[in-house]
C-alpha cells in the first residue's frame, strides 16, 4: 500500500504491488551492501497492554514464483490453493502472536505483502478465483468489519527489505516498525505521540465538515478504526464535495498562472509546465509538447489518487500524477506553484484539505505516515529500508 515512490518501479515489484490493492509500490533499489537471506527475522512485541489472543499473518506474493500465498512462523511460503465463485475460505494461516508485555520472533521470507495482526480474532481470509480477497472493512457486511486489527506492508527482496506503517486505508491499531541495518543501527517509524490514538479519533470528531464519520465502532462500543477519507467518499460517510473548493480555486488559478513540476529530486532539469485552458490541465515539456493532460478532479480521485489522477507506471503522466495528487491532498497546490513541496511547513494549511491526514501526521512522533497514497512525495512517508537488513521489528502500541 503502500505506495513507497521510488519514482520507478521493476516489474515484478508493480506486479505484487498490484495484487494488493496498489497500496505498495517501489522503485529499483540501490544495490544491497551484502546478500540477502532467504528469509530475515521479525521480531513482534506487544506493548498494547490488551489482554487479547494476538494473530499475526504474512501475506503476499513471492519475488522468486510470483505466486500469491503465505509464509509460516518460519519463513517457508506457501502458495495459496485455487479459489472459487463465490470466494471459499482460505487455509489457516494464522501465527498466534506474543501475550502482552511479550515478544514473539517469526521469519519473514522474500515477497511483497502484508503483515496483518489482529485481537481477539482470527481474520476471515477467501480466495476467489484471482486470489486472495483483502478485508475491505468499509463494506458493513465484510466478515472482519468488527474485529480489531491492522497490517504492515513490505517488500523483502535480493536488494533488502522495505517495511512501513500504513494509513492509507484506515487508522486503526497502533504499531511501529523497524529494522536493524547491516552496520548494527536501528531505525524505527509509525509510533504515535502519548496519547496521539485516541487524539486522532477525538480530532476527527471535533472537525467541521462530516469527519467524525469516518470512524466506526463496534455494537459494544470498542472504537475500530477510522476509514481513509478515499473509502468515506465512497461510502458516503463524508461528503462527496468536501474538496471542490479547494479543487476549483486550483483550477481557477493555473488559468493564469503556470504550475511547474519537478518531479524526480535526482533529475532536477525535468520540468514539466501546465496551464488550465478549457477546464483541462495540460503539461508540456521544455519543448513545449504536451505530454499528457488532466480533467479536473474529484474528492474521490484525489484521496483515492486514481480515477482523473490515475498514475501509471510511466516516466511522465503516472509522476505528474503523483505530485498533484499529494499537492491537492496537502493543499500545497495555491500557496506555491512550484511542485511537489520540499517541506511539510506548508502541508495542510488550507481550511479544505485532507484533515484525516493532517491530523495522522500531526500526532506521529517523527511526523511521517503514510496517510494517503503518495504520502512519500518528499519523503513524509513512514518507512524504513535497508540493504543489508539483519532484523525487522513489528512492535504492537498502547491504545492511549
Not at 214 to 231: E, I, M, N, Y
Request: aromatic residues 8%.
Amino acid at each position: 500500500m503502500l505506495t513507497s515512490l521510488r519514482h520507478a518501479r521493476t516489474a515484478a515489484l508493480a506486479a505484487a504491488a498490484a495484487l494488493l490493492g496498489g497500496l505498495l509500490t517501489l522503485g529499483t533499489p540501490p544495490a544491497a551492501d551484502a546478500a540477502v537471506p532467504a528469509t530475515i527475522p521479525l521480531t513482534i512485541t506487544n506493548n498494547s497492554g490488551r489482554g487479547d489472543q494476538v494473530h499475526v499473518y504474512v501475506l503476499g506474493t513471492s519475488l522468486t514464483t510470483g505466486q500469491q500465498g503465505w509464509a509460516d512462523a518460519g519463513g517457508t511460503f506457501h502458495p495459496w490453493p485455487a479459489g472459487g465463485i463465490p470466494p471459499v475460505p482460505a487455509p489457516d494461516a494464522s501465527i498466534p502472536g506474543p501475550a502482552a508485555g511479550r515478544s514473539t520472533t517469526i521469519r519473514i521470507p522474500k515477497l511483497s505483502g502484508r503483515i496483518y495482526f489482529s485481537y481477539g480474532r482470527k481474520l476471515d481470509f477467501r480466495l476467489a478465483t484471482g486470489g486472495l480477497v483483502q478485508p475491505a472493512v468499509q463494506n458493513p457486511s465484510d466478515p472482519n468489519h468488527d474485529i480489531l486489527f491492522n497490517w504492515s506492508e513490505y517488500t523483502l527482496n535480493d536488494s533488502g527489505l522495505w517495511l512501513n506503517s500504513t494509513q492509507v486505508d484506515m487508522f486503526s491499531a497502533p504499531y511501529a516498525v523497524g529494522v536493524r541495518r547491516g552496520d548494527g543501527s536501528t531505525a524505527s517509524t509509525g509510533r504515535l505521540k502519548p496519547g496521539g490514538y485516541n487524539g486522532v479519533f477525538t480530532a476527527l470528531r471535533a472537525q467541521p465538515g462530516g469527519w467524525g464519520g469516518l470512524v466506526q465502532t463496534r455494537s459494544d462500543g470498542t472504537v475500530l478504526r477510522a476509514l481513509s477519507p478515499a473509502h468515506g467518499v465512497g461510502t458516503g460517510k463524508i461528503p462527496a464535495s468536501v474538496m471542490d473548493d479547494y479543487i476549483n480555486r486550483v483550477w481557477q488559478k493555473y488559468a493564469t498562472t503556470t504550475l511547474t513540476v519537478t518531479p524526480f529530486a535526482d533529475r532536477p532539469h525535468i520540468k514539466y509546465q501546465g496551464r488550465v485552458s478549457g477546464g483541462v490541465l495540460r503539461f508540456t515539456n521544455s519543448a513545449g509538447a504536451v505530454v499528457t493532460s488532466f480533467q479536473k478532479p474529484d474528492a474521490d480521485s484525489v484521496f483515492g489518487c486514481h480515477k482523473l489522477l490515475d498514475a501509471p507506471n510511466d516516466e511522465v503522466r503516472g509522476p505528474l500524477s503523483r505530485t498533484l495528487c499529494a499537492g491537492f491532498n496537502r493543499s500545497t497546490l495555491l500557496a506555491n506553484p512550484n511542485q511537489p513541496d520540499g517541506s511539510s511547513a506548508g502541508f495542510y494549511q488550507d481550511a479544505v484539505t485532507n484533515h484525516y491526514a493532517r491530523i495522522i501526521h500531526e500526532r506521529m512522533a517523527d511526523g511521517k505516515a503514510y496517510a494517503f497514497a503518495f504520502d512519500d512525495v518528499g519523503h513524509h512517508e513512514s518507512l524504513v529500508h535497508d540493504g543489508a537488513p539483519q532484523q525487522a521489528y513489528l512492535t504492537l502500541d498502547p491504545f492511549s
